[in-house]
């Protein structure tokens, strides 16, 4: 009889970062060992979360992805019943994983390409994996961008990260919603960035975007204003998700599961349905 | 038919009987149609005098009731509330469990609750449904082990329609109403007795343990003719032609507002539909909060909390759940699995309560030419 | 002195000319502008126009004046700041390179509705209304280009706008158990 899909694996909670608001990053490791060795995701894939009585939630990796189980990373924000849940845990308690679910980014496809990254809010999360292999490897890429959008400046996801990844030599671009008589940068939405940007080689640019629907929906259009194709964008999309392998049907998105075609999805596949508001 | 040259044979109401006692004898769990609270539903049969003898059905947008039939057929019908879909693809299972343990939790598999049985009855529309549901649960990229193992040690004794009602379809979708595949021995019904065809080794050995005889060439051809009958009486119509492209164009087009305003998201359709598939998991606590199991159960798009997400629902108006499902069933269904979702057996028609024939939808919103 | 001719004074002493005028032909057609505008429509708002330097703290124009100056922004920052009664500035939006500012100069009565810091040192196109408004009385073909780019910039400000009101970043309220 084939493997349960549904098998959730216990793992103990290691660390517990308060991020900002009620968004924290917990660092997770499999309690069994050879699970934990063999662990292995790529950077946009999820693990489904799992608190015994109240259920189960889907959360991207935010960790490197030269992590193994021993090392588990998730960006969470307290939103429904089981992240409430999960909030209320503490270090050295237990949470059920399952995963690694889903289409990741498709880094390969990045290798000799200017990368431009456009995230915004908590859309960051699903992409720092792509920035630590930015990081790490950068010789594999061609110029490396990150635009990255928050509500105002005291609300940057990661913000004490951020240097780093300047001096890494990733050219990285903050906006805010609303400004702040302190804050000297950029005061706008997402896709102005993407609008401004100098230098764009279009033929040789990829991009990936994460935030909210309606800011990719519109970040993808700036793209295509600059001169990117519709093969050359991708999205991160979210939608219910139940089994995460693509069988109960919650997370259907025109044509897509979302959970097992996306959630990162190119823009061409995702273009007619993103049209659609409420499909 | 099985296949133009496989040989017809004969069997009258004792062989049947036979057929079940023996596949009793090897374990299976006959089920098959009975009469319950005024309609036609799947049970368990172990005597061919708990058929449905000498009742009919009459099918109709909103309306379903059984009927006297003059003579005495043992499957003179075509589908009621019930489809097969609840014994591979139970309405409540186990999935998971979880115990605690001083630091924290065990994760296990249920007991998948296997068992064998033996579908009686099955008519062609409905050996489509388990295909497509195959193509769900079983040939994707991840397995659904209990519908595997059902699966696999399921017995079909199917059934060739001699007659059609008035929200069949299954000509349309290429569905019927003969049976030509999926199955292990197949019953056309005809005056003294039933033709038998064989379709595979476990139907083969089946039919060498029970009384038969060849058919005589006239029972073959009243077979035939029964047969024709039942693909003559077939008048609903859905276009399939290019329908994937274009109910795709049309998501916006006003008369989804015209449907919603008759839709009641009941959810009845997807719950007699043969091959929806959607469902959902729970949290149950046994006893203690020690021990939580994790049960699947069937649900719904047309549920208002089904496409829940942070903020509400994503589809939260009835125009949206029920262009989902529409669109699905006809649709994207193709680009998922290959096939359409739709079978053509008319359930969802039948069963509305407010009588909304997908087909006349589909013709409506498919009405003027366009892209 | 009137209030334009007061601009047009302030604008010599703050401002520094850019004496290389001849290349912005090329960087006009290179912006938003090139893309609504004929060679010949370029060439009538270039002469209309002078290029500005302006430096990081300068206000462009402030809230309430009369500003007779259409902008296309070159290259750097600039800011638009409202000011609102108890809570001081508020950096509304930041504008960059090919942005259009101050377009009430042409469509409304030329009172800024808001201010325009510098915030990292920019260049811009000062287009004077009143000659551009002159010369699309004169030619409609002009006009109706000048009215479409004009049209666009506000199509497009309005969704950055609206993207910025939706305030997507805001957490769901959440659900209750």
Known sequence: M?????????????????????????????????????????????????????????????????????????????????????????????????????????????????????????????????????????????????????????????????????????????????????????????????????????????????????????????????????????????????????????????????????????????????????? | MADEDEKLWWIDRDGLQQLIDYLADQGHEIVGPRIDQGAIVYDSVRHVDELPRGWTDDSQPGVYRILPRPDKEHFGFNVGPHSWKKYLFPPLTQVMRSRRKPDGWTMQSPEFENRRYAFLGVRACELAAIAVQDQVFVNGE?????????????????????????????TSMGTG?????????ALTEIENGFLLAIASDAGRKAADAIPKRTALPEETQSGQQRRHRAREQITRRLNTEGIRDRLLARLDHPHWDDVASRCLSCANCTLVCPTCFCHSVDEVHHLTDDEIVRNRRWDSCFNVDFSHVAGGSVRDTTRARYRQWLTHKLATWIDQFGTSGCVGCGRCIAWCPVGIDLTQEVATLCAEDGP | MTETSRRAAWYKETMTQDPSAHPIIEQLSATVVGRYLSDDGIRKIVDASQVLEIHPGQFLFREGQNNPYVYVMLDGQIDLVMQVRHRGSQRILSLGAGDLVAW???????????????????????????????????????????????????????????????DLFAPAPPQST
């Open chain 1, 2 to 279: 084939n493997a349960n899909p549904w098998l959730s694996h216990p793992a103990v909670i290691e660390e517990i970062r308060l991020e900002i608001e009620s968004i924290a990053t917990l660092t997770l490791r499999l309690e069994d060992s050879e699970l934990a060795a063999n662990y292995r995701f790529a950077p946009g894939q999820f693990n489904m979360l799992y608190v015994p009585g109240c259920g189960e939630v889907a959360i991207s990796m935010s960790g490197p992805a030269t992590d193994n189980g021993y090392r588990i990373t998730h960006t969470i924000r307290t939103a429904g019943r089981v992240t409430q849940a999960i909030e209320r845990l503490t270090v050295g308690e237990m949470i059920g994983v399952r995963g690694p679910m889903g289409t990741p980014w498709p880094m390969e496809s990045l290798h000799g390409k200017d990368v431009v990254l456009v995230s915004g809010g908590l859309g960051m999360a699903p992409l720092r994996p792509v920035v630590y292999a930015l990081m790490k490897e950068p010789k594999k890429f061609g110029k490396r961008t990150l635009l990255y959008g928050a509500r105002s400046p005291d609300l940057l996801l990661y913000a004490d990260e951020i240097n780093s990844w300047r001096e890494s030599g990733i050219d990285v671009h903050i906006t805010v919603d609303r400004g702040t008589d302190e804050w000297h940068g950029h005061v706008g939405t997402v896709p102005l960035l993407i609008d401004r940007l100098a230098g764009i080689d279009s033929p040789r640019t990829t991009m990936l975007v994460c935030g909210p629907e309606i800011m990719m929906h519109f970040s993808a259009k700036s793209g295509l204003a600059r001169g990117l194709t519709r093969e050359s964008i991708w999205l991160s999309m979210e939608r219910n998700m139940q089994c995460a392998f693509g069988m109960c049907g919650h997370c259907q998105w025109g044509s897509h599961f979302v959970c097992r075609n996306g959630p990162v999805l190119r823009y061409d596949t995702a273009e007619p349905f993103l049209k659609v508001r409420d499909l």
């Open chain 2, 142 to 170: 991840t397995q659904d082990p209990l519908y595997q193992l059902r699966r696999s040690q399921l017995f079909i004794v199917a059934v060739n329609c001699t007659q059609a009602a008035a929200t069949c379809f299954c």
């Open chain 2, 177 to 185: 109403p003969e049976c030509k595949k999926g199955f292990d021995l």
């Open chain 3, 104 to 166: 009430s100069a042409i469509l409304g009565n030329a009172a800024m509705t808001c201010s325009a810091l510098c915030i990292r040192h920019a260049r811009l196109v000062a287009i004077d209304a009143r000659l551009v408004s002159d010369r699309m009385q004169g030619d409609h073909e002009f006009g109706y280009q000048f009215m479409r780019l004009l049209s666009m910039a506000l199509a497009q400000r309005l969704t950055a706008t609206r993207l910025q009101l939706l």
